[in-house]
């Protein structure tokens, strides 16, 4: 069982740089959302999804643009790299609104 | 604003040295809460919901509690392989009407053989 699988685990850039992390589920679950956690600050939402096509803002989505193509993959994009953005960035997905969320094992981002 | 406190921060535990984590939380239109358990270098792994007051769940040495303002999350006997960083997480309603989940930071335990 796959669940959520994030690529990559690590990854460094240089300041300005822009890339994609990429995150699929095989439990074909409608909704779907990028986290960050860093030391000392609780999970924090980026950007979510309800539903193939739908997207929205989170907590703290500037920086970072995501789009939702199919059920399965909710690519996240960071457009112009920034130090700001070191952070571990997990990927959920859930298949109710009121169900638990099923987390990825993380992209571990250093920007330099 | 919603807000998940827990409490402590860091707790270390000799083998077989029982205790309690707590999670308290003010989070508007609350639907329920989660723990979770995060190993490093991982994703939070799923543990429990709770639902309503008073209810009680309950897996291997670990215990989650729910109260109107705050839910517990008690470790029996616990052995070096509970070590990890358990998270609390209330789910509620922002004023898009969309269902976010509301994460506190994390209590870090550590249990020694």
């Known amino acids: 069982n796959a669940g959520v699988t994030q690529t990559p685990k690590f990854q460094v850039l240089k300041t300005g740089q822009s890339m994609t992390l990429q995150c699929a589920q095989d439990?074909?679950?409608?909704?779907m959302s990028w986290y960050r956690q860093d030391p000392g600050m609780g999970l924090r939402l980026i950007h979510y999804?309800?539903?193939?096509?739908?997207?929205d803002q989170g907590e703290v989505p500037n920086g970072y643009n995501v789009s939702r193509s199919t059920t399965e993959d909710f690519p996240l994009r960071l457009l112009s790299a920034a130090p700001s953005q070191t952070s571990v960035y997990f990927c959920a997905s859930r298949g109710t609104v009121s169900s638990p969320l099923h987390f990825g094992n993380g992209t571990r981002l250093t920007v330099t | 604003e919603d807000q998940v406190t827990q409490s402590p921060e860091a707790l270390r535990l000799q083998e077989g040295e029982s205790s309690s984590l707590n999670c308290s939380y003010t989070v508007s239109g609350l639907r329920g809460l989660f723990w979770y358990r995060q190993d490093p270098g991982k994703g939070p792994e799923f543990l429990f919901t709770l639902y309503s007051a008073g209810e009680e769940k309950e897996k291997e040495r670990l215990k989650a509690t729910l109260t109107k303002k705050e839910s517990f999350l008690h470790i029996t006997a616990p052995k070096p392989e509970d070590s990890a960083t358990y998270l609390c997480?209330?789910?509620?309603?922002?004023?898009?009407?969309?269902?976010?989940?509301?994460f506190g930071i994390g209590t870090k335990l550590q249990v020694i053989p």
């Open positions: 999804s309800v539903g193939a096509g739908i997207t």
């Open positions: 439990m074909n679950h409608e909704y």
């Open positions: 997480a209330a789910p509620g309603t922002d004023s898009g009407g969309y269902q976010k989940v509301t």
